[in-house]
Protein backbone atom coordinates (compact mmCIF):
# COMPACT_ATOMS: atom_id res chain seq x y z
CA UNK A 1 0.00 0.00 0.00
CA UNK A 2 1.64 3.28 -1.02
CA UNK A 3 1.06 6.06 0.17
CA UNK A 4 3.01 8.30 -1.31
CA UNK A 5 3.36 8.23 -4.82
CA UNK A 6 5.87 9.75 -7.66
CA UNK A 7 4.61 8.22 -10.71
CA UNK A 8 6.88 9.42 -12.99
CA UNK A 9 9.68 7.58 -12.80
CA UNK A 10 12.15 9.83 -14.49
CA UNK A 11 11.72 13.89 -16.70
CA UNK A 12 13.83 15.65 -18.78
CA UNK A 13 14.19 18.99 -18.65
CA UNK A 14 16.43 21.86 -21.01
CA UNK A 15 18.45 24.13 -18.73
CA UNK A 16 16.95 26.89 -18.47
CA UNK A 17 13.41 25.54 -18.78
CA UNK A 18 10.79 24.62 -16.05
CA UNK A 19 11.24 21.20 -14.34
CA UNK A 20 7.93 20.11 -12.40
CA UNK A 21 7.97 17.23 -10.11
CA UNK A 22 4.59 15.37 -8.84
CA UNK A 23 3.96 13.55 -5.74
CA UNK A 24 0.13 12.04 -4.62
CA UNK A 25 -0.26 10.99 -1.11
CA UNK A 26 -3.59 8.84 -0.16
CA UNK A 27 -3.40 9.32 3.73
CA UNK A 28 -5.19 12.90 5.42
CA UNK A 29 -3.15 12.10 8.36
CA UNK A 30 0.30 13.54 6.87
CA UNK A 31 0.51 17.24 7.50
CA UNK A 32 3.75 17.55 6.65
CA UNK A 33 5.59 17.49 3.10
CA UNK A 34 9.28 17.60 2.17
CA UNK A 35 11.65 17.21 -0.64
CA UNK A 36 14.84 15.27 -0.99
CA UNK A 37 17.33 15.73 -3.77
CA UNK A 38 19.66 12.33 -4.15
CA UNK A 39 23.22 11.15 -6.04
CA UNK A 40 23.81 8.24 -6.59
CA UNK A 41 26.20 6.65 -3.70
CA UNK A 42 25.15 9.01 -1.31
CA UNK A 43 22.25 9.98 1.21
CA UNK A 44 19.08 12.26 0.56
CA UNK A 45 19.32 15.53 1.35
CA UNK A 46 16.91 17.93 2.18
CA UNK A 47 15.51 20.55 -0.02
CA UNK A 48 11.72 22.09 1.18
CA UNK A 49 9.47 21.26 2.59
CA UNK A 50 5.89 22.49 3.46
CA UNK A 51 3.50 22.30 6.10
CA UNK A 52 -0.32 21.24 5.04
CA UNK A 53 -1.24 25.15 6.79
CA UNK A 54 0.07 26.84 3.81
CA UNK A 55 -0.48 25.67 -0.12
CA UNK A 56 2.85 27.41 -0.98
CA UNK A 57 6.07 27.35 0.04
CA UNK A 58 9.41 28.99 -2.14
CA UNK A 59 13.11 29.27 -1.26
CA UNK A 60 15.24 30.57 -4.23
CA UNK A 61 15.05 28.75 -7.75
CA UNK A 62 12.78 25.79 -5.55
CA UNK A 63 8.87 26.26 -4.75
CA UNK A 64 6.43 23.76 -3.39
CA UNK A 65 2.97 23.77 -4.05
CA UNK A 66 0.50 21.81 -1.97
CA UNK A 67 -2.95 20.74 -3.20
CA UNK A 68 -5.17 19.44 -0.14
CA UNK A 69 -7.99 18.75 -1.51
CA UNK A 70 -6.54 17.12 -4.07
CA UNK A 71 -3.87 15.15 -1.92
CA UNK A 72 -0.79 16.80 -4.39
CA UNK A 73 2.09 18.20 -4.13
CA UNK A 74 4.44 19.77 -6.88
CA UNK A 75 8.07 20.69 -7.01
CA UNK A 76 8.86 23.39 -9.09
CA UNK A 77 12.60 24.08 -10.18
CA UNK A 78 13.15 27.18 -12.38
CA UNK A 79 15.57 27.26 -14.04
CA UNK A 80 16.74 23.84 -14.12
CA UNK A 81 20.47 23.72 -14.17
CA UNK A 82 22.79 20.70 -15.19
CA UNK A 83 23.69 20.22 -11.46
CA UNK A 84 19.88 19.72 -10.54
CA UNK A 85 19.60 15.93 -11.94
CA UNK A 86 19.17 13.70 -9.19
CA UNK A 87 16.46 11.58 -8.24
CA UNK A 88 14.13 13.52 -6.00
CA UNK A 89 11.95 11.84 -3.87
CA UNK A 90 9.16 13.17 -2.02
CA UNK A 91 8.20 12.48 1.99
CA UNK A 92 5.26 12.53 4.19
CA UNK A 93 4.59 13.36 7.60
CA UNK A 94 2.17 11.98 9.70
CA UNK A 95 2.65 14.27 13.22
CA UNK A 96 0.98 11.76 15.77
CA UNK A 97 3.72 8.90 14.04
CA UNK A 98 6.87 9.16 16.08
CA UNK A 99 8.57 11.20 13.22
CA UNK A 100 8.64 8.77 10.54
CA UNK A 101 9.37 9.35 7.04
CA UNK A 102 7.27 7.96 4.00
CA UNK A 103 8.59 8.25 1.05
CA UNK A 104 7.31 7.93 -2.77
CA UNK A 105 9.74 5.98 -5.34
CA UNK A 106 11.17 8.87 -6.61
CA UNK A 107 11.38 10.61 -9.75
CA UNK A 108 14.99 10.62 -11.96
CA UNK A 109 15.47 14.57 -13.28
CA UNK A 110 17.98 14.73 -16.13
CA UNK A 111 18.42 18.57 -16.74
CA UNK A 112 20.03 18.81 -20.82
CA UNK A 113 22.38 21.22 -21.07
CA UNK B 1 30.41 20.29 12.32
CA UNK B 2 30.47 16.79 10.71
CA UNK B 3 27.24 15.50 9.15
CA UNK B 4 26.14 11.99 9.54
CA UNK B 5 28.50 9.26 9.67
CA UNK B 6 27.80 5.87 8.74
CA UNK B 7 30.03 3.09 8.47
CA UNK B 8 31.03 0.91 6.39
CA UNK B 9 30.02 2.65 2.79
CA UNK B 10 29.95 -1.06 1.63
CA UNK B 11 29.71 -4.73 3.65
CA UNK B 12 29.67 -7.67 1.73
CA UNK B 13 28.45 -10.89 3.61
CA UNK B 14 27.60 -14.52 2.95
CA UNK B 15 24.33 -15.85 3.56
CA UNK B 16 24.04 -16.88 7.45
CA UNK B 17 26.65 -14.09 8.52
CA UNK B 18 25.72 -11.33 10.78
CA UNK B 19 25.58 -7.25 9.42
CA UNK B 20 26.60 -4.56 12.01
CA UNK B 21 25.98 -1.18 10.32
CA UNK B 22 27.04 1.92 12.58
CA UNK B 23 25.25 5.10 12.50
CA UNK B 24 27.26 8.43 14.34
CA UNK B 25 24.25 11.01 14.61
CA UNK B 26 25.58 15.03 13.80
CA UNK B 27 26.69 16.90 17.28
CA UNK B 28 23.91 17.86 19.52
CA UNK B 29 21.07 14.92 17.83
CA UNK B 30 19.77 12.44 19.92
CA UNK B 31 17.26 11.26 17.87
CA UNK B 32 17.93 8.49 14.94
CA UNK B 33 16.30 7.07 12.07
CA UNK B 34 16.88 4.01 9.88
CA UNK B 35 15.65 3.81 6.62
CA UNK B 36 16.09 0.81 4.21
CA UNK B 37 16.18 1.25 -0.03
CA UNK B 38 15.37 -1.72 -2.07
CA UNK B 39 16.81 -0.96 -5.80
CA UNK B 40 14.36 0.88 -7.44
CA UNK B 41 12.68 1.75 -4.42
CA UNK B 42 11.79 4.28 -2.18
CA UNK B 43 13.25 4.51 1.53
CA UNK B 44 10.92 2.58 4.02
CA UNK B 45 11.13 3.47 7.60
CA UNK B 46 12.43 1.19 9.87
CA UNK B 47 13.72 2.57 13.08
CA UNK B 48 12.92 5.77 15.32
CA UNK B 49 15.44 5.69 18.62
CA UNK B 50 16.64 8.39 20.73
CA UNK B 51 19.54 7.56 23.35
CA UNK B 52 18.96 4.38 24.98
CA UNK B 53 15.24 3.89 23.88
CA UNK B 54 13.03 2.98 20.79
CA UNK B 55 10.47 5.02 20.15
CA UNK B 56 9.18 3.41 17.05
CA UNK B 57 10.29 -0.41 15.51
CA UNK B 58 6.75 -0.77 13.44
CA UNK B 59 9.34 -0.94 10.17
CA UNK B 60 11.29 -3.20 11.45
CA UNK B 61 11.24 -7.03 10.55
CA UNK B 62 9.96 -9.41 13.42
CA UNK B 63 12.88 -11.52 13.26
CA UNK B 64 16.96 -10.94 12.82
CA UNK B 65 16.74 -7.48 13.06
CA UNK B 66 17.40 -5.10 15.54
CA UNK B 67 18.78 -1.75 16.48
CA UNK B 68 20.50 -0.23 19.38
CA UNK B 69 21.31 3.75 20.48
CA UNK B 70 23.64 3.58 23.38
CA UNK B 71 23.74 6.38 26.09
CA UNK B 72 27.77 6.44 24.50
CA UNK B 73 28.97 5.51 20.66
CA UNK B 74 26.97 4.95 17.24
CA UNK B 75 23.64 3.56 16.62
CA UNK B 76 24.12 -0.02 15.62
CA UNK B 77 21.58 -1.53 13.23
CA UNK B 78 21.97 -5.59 13.40
CA UNK B 79 21.06 -7.98 10.99
CA UNK B 80 21.44 -11.53 12.14
CA UNK B 81 21.83 -14.35 9.23
CA UNK B 82 21.38 -12.70 7.10
CA UNK B 83 19.93 -13.41 3.69
CA UNK B 84 20.12 -12.49 -0.49
CA UNK B 85 17.04 -10.12 -0.05
CA UNK B 86 18.50 -7.71 3.21
CA UNK B 87 20.65 -6.70 0.03
CA UNK B 88 20.15 -3.29 0.21
CA UNK B 89 21.35 0.66 1.03
CA UNK B 90 20.49 1.23 4.86
CA UNK B 91 20.23 5.07 5.89
CA UNK B 92 20.65 6.49 9.30
CA UNK B 93 19.55 10.24 9.20
CA UNK B 94 19.52 12.51 12.55
CA UNK B 95 17.40 15.36 14.41
CA UNK B 96 18.34 17.66 16.69
CA UNK B 97 14.33 17.30 18.08
CA UNK B 98 11.79 14.78 17.43
CA UNK B 99 8.79 17.36 16.29
CA UNK B 100 7.40 16.52 12.83
CA UNK B 101 8.68 19.61 11.42
CA UNK B 102 12.45 18.94 12.24
CA UNK B 103 14.27 18.74 9.53
CA UNK B 104 16.36 15.46 9.25
CA UNK B 105 19.55 14.66 8.18
CA UNK B 106 20.99 11.82 6.57
CA UNK B 107 24.14 10.18 6.13
CA UNK B 108 26.07 8.27 2.89
CA UNK B 109 24.38 5.41 3.62
CA UNK B 110 25.92 1.79 4.09
CA UNK B 111 25.43 -0.43 0.92
CA UNK B 112 24.88 -4.33 2.29
CA UNK B 113 25.05 -7.08 -0.73
CA UNK B 114 24.56 -10.69 0.65
CA UNK B 115 26.49 -13.29 -1.91
Known amino acids: DQQVKQNSPSLSVQEGRISILNCDYTNSMFDYFLWYKKYPAEGPTFLISISSIKDKNEDGRFTVFLNKSAKHLSLHIVPSQPGDSAVYFCAAVHSGSARQLTFGSGTQLTVLP | NAGVMQNPRHLVRRRGQEARLRCSPM?????VYWYRQLPEEGLKFMVYLQKENIIDESGMPKERFSAEFPKEGPSILRIQQVVRGDSAAYFC?????????????FGQGTRLTVV
Open chain 2, 93 to 105: ASSRWGAANTEAF
Open chain 2, 27 to 31: KGHSH
